[in-house]
């Protein structure tokens, strides 16, 4: 008799509990950073923006990540062959090293000589369009991962004139260190988007999986006009690499921000966009620009090789006969509606 009087106040509490708890409400912070915009989404009791507290977060890791800054760690470090590494630049060379390995050296943080040399760096060149073949040799002596040595939380060039660039993986770093400043919060059910780079967790207002949007072809397309196709996103993170954001054309060839660190040769494949679902989205930035410099065969291939990355990938591309074409991965239709 008293095991049933106990589970029936146990029972009236939890309902009392239920009814007193706020309702969850949608709340948005948007801003620039980065160069690019951000959103982030999230469901909270507590509608008192969190936005001062996010910018804060993107100023900390600008002081370590971006060449655009002047004192940053990482403008240190190429300055002077050496750094003392923050958390956040440490994150950041260490997965970029891995990534390296795992890719045989075709995502490679030091390309940044590369980098500037094609033109797409913080400063330009003299001349514009393709560097001159001993111009890219002589950059490419200076790149290599295996000059890179961490030693603690010291980061050395054992190479001179070796410098990194980490814009191929910061956002995506950054994405899922707001995903995690907002678990701390006690946030759940959220949605980080920091220049089409995303992560998400939970579920949406709607009480279903976050949906994000991303461009696909129109059938028989030959233009590559663009539909939205929608993506589910369960606790997920997504990230986009194309030769559609910065480019140069030069004759009848599109050169792309995306440099080969073994070739030293910008993208200018067929391939139009790649876009990666992974576990999360430092992994799936990490991993975008080289399963496109590997192309279609060779990038699914990969995919399906290593399944202890847990990567998918849909790729839009020019097919030999003109047309706008599409490939994934096996698991990635699973998350397309």
Request: charged share 20%; with cysteine.
């Given at each position: ?15 009392l509990t239920a009814q007193e ?13 980065q160069g690019t915009y951000y ?299």
């Amino acid at each position: 008799m008293r095991f049933f009087q106990l589970l029936a106040c146990l029972l009236l509490t939890l309902r009392l509990t239920a009814q007193e708890a706020p309702p969850l409400r949608l709340v948005a912070c948007e801003g620039k950073a980065q160069g690019t915009y951000y959103i982030v989404k999230y469901l909270s009791a507590d509608t008192t923006s969190l936005q001062p507290r996010i910018d804060s977060l993107f100023e900390v890791i600008d002081k370590s990540l971006s060449l655009y800054r002047p004192g940053s760690l990482i403008n240190i470090f190429n300055a002077t062959g050496s750094v003392q590494m923050d958390e956040h630049m440490k994150a950041v060379v260490e997965k970029a090293v891995l990534t390296s390995k795992a890719t045989r050296g075709i995502f490679d943080i030091t390309v940044k000589p590369l980098v500037y040399l094609w033109g797409f760096g913080v400063t330009k060149p003299s001349f514009k369009g393709i560097p001159p073949q001993d111009s890219i040799r002589k950059a490419l002596s200076y790149v290599g991962y295996r000059y890179l040595k961490i030693n603690g939380n010291r980061l050395t060039a054992i190479k001179k004139h070796t410098e990194i660039d980490c814009n191929g993986i910061a956002q995506g770093y950054t994405v899922d260190v707001l995903g995690k400043f907002l678990e701390r919060q006690g946030i759940r059910n959220y949605l980080v988007d920091v220049g089409g780079e995303l992560c998400a967790k939970g579920m949406n207002q709607q009480h279903k999986t976050w949906r994000i949007g991303i461009e696909r072809p129109a059938p028989g397309d030959t233009a590559y006009e663009p539909i939205q196709g929608l993506v589910q996103l369960p606790d997920k993170g997504i990230a986009t690499s194309g030769n559609y954001r910065r480019f140069f054309d030069q004759g009848r060839t599109r050169f792309a921000h995306t440099i080969d660190p073994v070739t030293g040769m910008a993208l200018h494949n067929h391939i139009i966009s790649v876009t990666v679902i992974a576990r999360d989205c430092f992994t799936a930035d990490a991993f975008d620009n080289p399963l496109i410099l590997m192309g279609v065969e060779k990038g699914l291939q990969f995919i399906a090789q290593h399944p202890e990355y847990d990567l998918e990938a849909l790729y839009i591309y020019k097919a030999a006969n003109g047309t706008i074409s599409e490939a994934c991965s096996n698991g990635f239709r699973k998350y397309m509606e």
